[in-house]
């Protein structure tokens, strides 16, 4: 099955500082999802992105599907932004199930 | 906004114990997922449902667990005989009518087995 790496493991920021994640896939993807586990332990979608770019406020993500990676871009972070950022991907096989990365835990002081 | 709900929240069982993990998908979704977090760990898939039977399954997904959708609404995940190692935050998921569309999550159950 497709793998999933995600770079880097751990990210410690100062508010107002950006940061780039970085998602790696071993195969062609139908369907790549960046997610935010808050820390109550929720998955939160942050995009959805199988290919091209996508902005959401604060956040964007791009999706270079024929290089199989994905970058998630937090720009301005606030404390908020932490906990861990999973990206997801599923393979063009049949669909059925999205394969998550390690993760990244992010950690935003003051 | 559309959301996946799950019941209950948190979860304590003796180990042995049945557990019937309940979630209630985006109404007009057709494709149904359960996934499992172990502390710490990344998110795992257990099992995929669609047109009223199991579409693919992990390893992990053995004779201890079972999934039904008893009705139009709910999307259940039995485990029986639960173990220790069976505790973790569990996750339902739902997409709609193009399988290859974004999914969906709901909060999860923290489920301890003691």
């Known amino acids: 099955g497709i793998q999933v790496e995600q770079s880097p493991p751990d990210l410690i920021l100062q508010e107002g500082a950006n940061s780039t994640l970085r998602c790696n896939f071993s195969?062609?993807?139908?369907?790549l999802q960046w997610f935010h586990q808050n820390p109550w332990g929720q998955l939160i979608n942050l995009f959805y992105?199988?290919?091209g770019t996508k902005q959401n406020g604060r956040l964007s993500a791009t999706t270079v599907a024929t290089e199989r990676y994905s970058l998630l871009y937090i720009s301005s972070s606030q404390t908020t932004d932490s906990g861990v950022y999973f990206c997801?991907?599923?393979?063009?096989?049949?669909?059925?199930?999205?394969?998550f990365g390690t993760g990244t835990r992010l950690q935003v002081t003051l | 906004e559309p959301e996946v709900t799950q019941t209950p929240s948190h979860q304590v069982t003796q180990m042995g114990q049945e557990v019937i993990l309940r979630c209630v998908p985006i109404?007009?979704?057709?494709?149904f997922y359960w996934y499992r977090q172990i502390l710490g760990q990344k998110v795992e898939f257990l099992v995929s449902?669609?047109?009223?039977?199991?579409?693919?399954k992990s390893e992990i997904f053995d004779d201890q667990f079972s999934v039904e959708r008893p009705d139009g609404s709910n999307f259940t995940l039995k485990i029986r005989s639960t173990k220790l190692e069976d505790s973790a935050m569990y996750f339902c998921?739902?997409?709609?009518?193009?399988?290859?569309?974004?999914?969906?999550f709901g909060q999860g159950t923290r489920l301890t087995v003691v």
């Open positions: 998921a739902s997409r709609g009518v193009n399988p290859t569309a974004e999914a969906f």
């Open positions: 195969d062609s993807v139908n369907n």
């Open positions: 992105i199988p290919s």
């Open positions: 997801a991907a599923e393979d063009t096989g049949t669909a059925s199930k999205l394969t």
């Open positions: 109404s007009n979704h057709l494709y």
């Open positions: 449902f669609y047109n009223n039977e199991i579409s693919e």
